[in-house]
């Protein structure tokens, strides 16, 4: 995602975060990698209820919390019926920000979601962290 999001969701003040597909019903944990400049993974947060709803009812609802213009959503909306809002649970910043080979084999930033296996070391350590201290090594 564009860094100004990321970082949105880091310091807390981004409690949605708008998709054009809803993410898998199992998922929990979300990973958070901001693009050019930054090019790495800043963080990752838990991951509520996501709404799935035309964009102008998904705007309607969570554009206070959604830390984004109405011209942008509108921008990243143009032509689709349905979209997606993944709510933000809580969120952890990294205290060293992470390639994004590091998590995914591939090493190259899917276009929307990668999924990344359970028995992932790194994403056990997370878990770790929210259910302990609330901070990432």
Same mark, same amino acid.
């Not at 090493?107 to 990344?116: D, K, L, M, N, T």
């Given at each position: 995602?564009?860094?100004?999001?990321?970082?949105?969701?880091?310091?807390?003040?981004?409690?949605v975060e708008f998709r054009k597909?809803?993410? =898998?019903?199992?998922?929990?944990?979300?990973?958070?990698? *901001?693009?050019?400049?930054?090019? $790495?993974? !800043? %963080? #990752?947060?838990? =991951?509520?209820?996501?709404?799935?709803?035309?964009?102008? *009812?998904?705007?309607?609802?969570? $554009?206070? !919390? %959604? #830390?984004?213009?109405?011209?942008?959503?509108?921008?990243?909306?143009?032509?689709?019926?349905?979209?997606?809002?993944?709510?933000?649970?809580?969120?952890?910043?990294?205290?060293?920000?992470?390639?994004?080979?590091?998590?995914?084999?591939?090493?190259?930033?899917?276009?929307?979601?990668?999924?990344?296996?359970?028995?992932?070391?790194?994403?056990?350590?997370?878990?770790?962290?929210?259910?302990?201290?609330?901070?990432?090594?």
């Amino acid at each position: 995602m564009h860094p100004q999001y990321a970082e949105a969701i880091m310091d807390g003040r981004k409690k949605v975060e708008f998709r054009k597909r809803p993410l =898998a019903d199992d998922v929990s944990l979300v990973w958070v990698y *901001a693009t050019a400049p930054v090019q $790495r993974i !800043v %963080g #990752c947060f838990a =991951a509520g209820p996501s709404v799935t709803a035309e964009p102008s *009812a998904l705007w309607r609802r969570f $554009r206070r !919390v %959604g #830390c984004i213009d109405r011209i942008d959503f509108d921008r990243y909306y143009g032509g689709s019926a349905v979209g997606s809002g993944i709510q933000i649970l809580s969120a952890i910043r990294l205290v060293a920000p992470l390639s994004i080979g590091d998590l995914l084999p591939s090493g190259i930033p899917p276009q929307s979601f990668a999924y990344v296996s359970e028995s992932n070391e790194l994403r056990d350590n997370i878990f770790f962290a929210f259910t302990s201290e609330n901070t990432c090594a």
